[in-house]
C-alpha cells in the first residue's frame, strides 16, 4: 500500500450543520442489507420489566415483573444490572448446558461506558462483544450476532440489552429527586431488560433472515425530551434501504415494528414515509406505544433500550412462534446524543439497525 | 421452543466478589479465536496525534502531527471528532472514490455515549456500527470488521477510535483546570486517532488472519489511577486463548504487542504469564511503553483507545509492510469502568480483543 502522508492542522469542525438534506437525497448509494444464506434460528428468550411495565398492556406477556424498581440493592444502576443478569441467565436456560454453551454475548446499555453490560458479562465465563446504539442496541445486537452465526462462526450467541427509568432520568436529564417536569412530548424510560439466544440451530421455529445496518442521520433537533421525533428519520433511512434493498414494499410484511418513537415519533415516521411513497398501514407498530396504557402518565410511551428488547422476547416472539405473524421487520431506533454534546449546542444525531424475524 | 417461564423477584447482585479466581482457573472452556480462511487485508491506515505525542519517541511515525490540543475548536471534545474525522478521511484516501467506497464503519471511544465515534459518522454516508471497549475497541473493530470481510458480507470496512488527554481527565478524573496531582503509577492518555481501512482485496501486503475474542476479567482492583494492573489479566486472559486455541507459543510471532499496559501493567502482565509457562522475552512491547519518553513525566507511559490505534495504525504496521516483522499478535487492553460504578465502590472490570497480523 502507499503510506497516505497528510500533513494538515486543521480540518474544522463539520458537526453543526443543520438538517443534513444530503443525508435524505443522496442515501441509498450501496446495499446495506445482508440476506442470510443459513439464517440463524432464535432459540431462548426472555423479558424482565419493572412493576409499571407490568402494569401496562404487555404485562401478561412478560416473563418476569419486579415489584421493586431498586429489587433489594442500594442503587438503581445495581438493579439494572439484576435484570439484565436475570434476563440473560433466563434465556440461557434454553441451552443444555446454560451460559456455558454460549460462545459469545453481544450486549450494550444506556449507561456510560455500558457499564450494566459489563458487569453482567464479568459473571459469565464466555467472550464478550460491547457495543453501543442507545436503544438501537438490541437490534445491533441481533444484527452482528445473525452475521457471526450466518457465516458458521460459532453456534450459540446471546444478545441483550437493558435500561432504567431512574438510572436513565439521573444520567441524560435530572435525579428524579428533584421532581422535574416533564413536557408533554417527553417519553418514559422503560425500566427493562431483554435477551435472545441465537443459534446456528437449524430446527427452532423462528429465525433471523436479513439485518439492515444502518447509517447516522440527524435532522437538527435538540431537545432531550423529544426523543421520537429526533429518531424517526434515522428509522425511515433504515427502513427505505431496507425496501430498496430486498425489492419489498410494507405490504410485503405482517408486521413492522420500530422500537421506541412513542406516539409522536411514529406518527412523525408514517408522514416521512409516505411522504417517500411507502405507506405505513395497519401492519406498522412502535414497542414504545405499546407499553404503557393512557392512564399511566408517560405521555408519549415508553423509550430506552429496554423497551423493545423486552417487548420483542415476549409479546412479538410469541406472535411469530405462534403463527400469527410470519414476517416481522424490526427497526429498533436510537438517539446517539450525550449529555455533554448537548451542553455544548449539538444537535441529536440517530441510528436505526433493522433485523427481519421469519417463520419457518 | 418452549416458552422459559421463571418468575423470581431478586436473584442477587453478584457484582462484589473480589478476585474471581475461577476465571483463571477454568478461563478455557471453549475456542475464543476464529482463523480465516480469507484473510482480509489493511489496505489503508492514518495515524493522527497531539503535539505531545508527536515529540515522543514515535513521532517521525504519525502522519500527521495536532500543533493545538483544541485545534482552533471551542472544546477539547470537539478537537477529538476533528481528530478521528482526519484519520477516517486520511485512511479512506486509498479507496478510489474515497469514503464512498466504504460499506461500513465500526467505531468507539472513550466518551459517554461514544459521542466523537457518532458524531464523525454524522458526516459520513456510510453505515456505522458502534462498539465499546474502552481502551480495547481498535481490536474490537478489527475482530468485528474481519469477522464481516472474512465471510463476504462487504468489501471496505473502516475501523476507528480515538481518545484525547483532556477529554479523558475531564470525564474520568478531574477537569485540568483543577490541577490535580498524579500518582506515580499512573499513565497519561493519549492525544490521538488511528483508522485502518480493512477489504476483502487480495493483493494488499498484510491481512489479518485470525481474531481472538476476550472475556471480561477483574482481579478485584478499584484505583482509577492503577489502569495497568486492572488491565494486565485481561491480556493475559485472552493471550492465553489465543495460545491454546491455534496451539503455538510467544516464540512464533515476531512479535506480541499490547495496547496501553503502560511499564507497570506490563511487567505484570510478563510475571502473570511466566506463571502460565509462557515466556514473553525480546519480542513483546506495550503500546503505552513506547509512546512518550522518560523525560515527558507521563509516568507509566500512554493510555486511551487512541494510544495502541495510532502505534498500529503508523510505526507497527510500516514495520509489518517493510518486511521486518511478518507475523504480529496485538492485543488492546480495555478497563471497562465508568466513575459512576467507581463511586459506587465497584472494582474495574477488564477485557482485551485479538487480531494477528501477517504479511502476505
Chains 1, 2 share one sequence.
Not at 428488547?309 to 411469530?320: G, Q, T
Request: proline share 3%; glycine share 8%.
Amino acid at each position: 500500500m502507499g503510506k497516505v502522508i497528510y500533513k494538515g492542522n486543521n480540518c474544522g469542525f463539520l458537526c453543526n450543520k443543520k438538517i443534513e438534506e444530503h443525508q435524505v437525497s443522496n442515501f441509498h448509494t450501496k446495499k446495506q442489507t445482508i440476506v442470510f444464506d443459513n439464517p440463524p434460528s432464535v432459540i431462548g428468550r426472555m423479558s424482565v420489566v419493572g412493576a409499571k411495565e407490568g402494569q401496562g398492556p404487555l404485562g401478561k406477556y412478560f416473563h418476569v415483573v419486579k415489584t421493586d424498581d431498586k429489587n433489594g440493592e442500594k442503587t438503581f444502576e445495581k438493579a439494572e444490572i439484576d435484570m439484565l443478569y436475570e434476563a440473560l441467565i433466563g434465556a440461557s436456560e434454553c441451552l443444555p448446558n446454560k451460559t456455558a454453551d454460549l460462545d459469545l454475548i453481544i450486549a450494550g446499555d444506556l449507561l456510560n461506558q455500558i457499564t450494566s453490560s459489563s458487569y453482567v458479562c464479568r459473571e459469565m465465563n464466555v467472550p464478550y462483544l460491547g457495543i453501543y446504539s442507545a436503544c438501537s442496541t438490541m437490534s445491533e445486537s441481533l444484527a452482528i450476532a445473525s452475521c457471526m452465526l450466518n457465516a458458521g462462526y460459532f453456534n450459540n450467541i446471546a444478545c441483550c440489552t437493558a435500561s432504567h427509568f431512574a438510572t436513565a432520568e439521573r444520567q441524560y436529564r435530572y435525579p428524579l429527586e428533584y421532581g422535574c417536569q416533564r413536557p408533554p412530548y417527553a417519553q418514559w424510560t422503560a425500566t427493562a431488560a431483554g435477551c435472545s439466544i441465537l443459534s446456528a440451530d437449524r430446527t427452532a421455529p423462528v429465525v433471523i433472515t436479513q439485518a439492515t445496518f444502518g447509517k447516522v442521520v440527524d435532522f437538527g433537533v435538540n431537545d432531550l425530551n423529544n426523543m421520537g421525533a429526533a429518531m424517526a428519520p434515522a428509522a425511515m433511512n433504515s427502513m427505505l434501504a431496507m425496501f430498496k434493498d430486498t425489492n419489498t414494499m410494507p405490504k410485503d410484511y405482517d408486521l413492522i415494528i420500530t422500537g421506541d418513537l412513542g406516539k409522536l415519533g411514529s406518527d412523525i415516521l408514517r408522514d416521512l414515509m409516505s411522504e417517500k411513497g411507502y405507506f405505513l398501514g395497519r401492519n406498522y407498530i412502535d414497542c414504545g406505544s405499546l407499553l404503557y396504557d393512557v392512564t399511566q402518565n408517560c405521555y408519549q410511551g415508553a423509550s430506552g433500550a429496554g423497551c423493545s428488547a423486552s417487548a420483542v422476547n415476549s409479546y412479538i416472539l410469541d406472535k411469530i412462534e405462534s403463527g400469527e405473524y410470519q414476517n416481522v421487520a424490526y427497526f429498533a431506533t436510537g438517539a446517539l446524543m450525550s449529555t455533554q454534546s448537548c451542553y455544548q449546542g449539538e444537535t441529536i444525531p440517530c441510528i436505526s439497525h433493522g433485523v427481519v424475524f421469519r417463520r419457518r
